[in-house]
């Protein structure tokens, strides 16, 4: 017959291996949030840069006088465009760049959350600002 202390003993065994397994789980879950959280933000600043670098090269494309506005969304991030066709997208540890066909004119742009973009191409130049 099993005596309430002994009860009681098995209970408390049961519930420091319940509280090792916890202490053992949740750093392990924290640092796998943080994991997804830092490829999703990558994954944003592909996109947006590939966005700008279609977009400017299909202007390029097209001609003089076209224009098209685009939305990106990211993170807190800086879009850097150089006059040797090359865009570089950088947020906190990633750094992202594209070559485009045509010249760019050299800017730097915060982005931050959704932005709107108008990407002209004039003079064979493509222009990058915001709206």
Same mark, same amino acid.
């Given at each position: 017959m099993w005596t309430?202390?002994? $009860?009681?003993?098995? %209970? #408390?065994? $049961?519930?420091?291996? %319940? #509280?090792a397994a916890l202490v053992l789980v949740v750093p392990?879950?924290?640092s796998l949030?943080?994991?997804?959280?830092?490829?999703?933000h990558a994954k944003q600043l592909q996109l947006a840069l590939a966005g700008v670098k279609n977009t400017a090269d299909a202007l390029c494309t097209l001609g003089n006088n076209n224009e098209k506005t685009i939305e990106v969304s990211t993170p807190d991030a800086v879009l850097s465009a150089y006059n040797n066709s090359l865009?570089?997208?950088?947020?906190?540890?990633f750094s992202f760049e594209e070559q485009t066909r045509c010249a760019l004119e050299q800017k730097t742009i915060s982005l931050n959350g959704t932005t709107s973009l108008i990407i002209a191409n004039e003079k064979q130049e493509v222009k990058i600002r915001v709206q």
């Open positions: 309430r202390a002994q $009860v009681s003993l098995e %209970f #408390l065994l $049961v519930f420091v291996a %319940f #509280l392990a879950q924290m949030i943080e994991t997804i959280q830092a490829a999703f865009a570089i997208i950088s947020a906190q540890q």
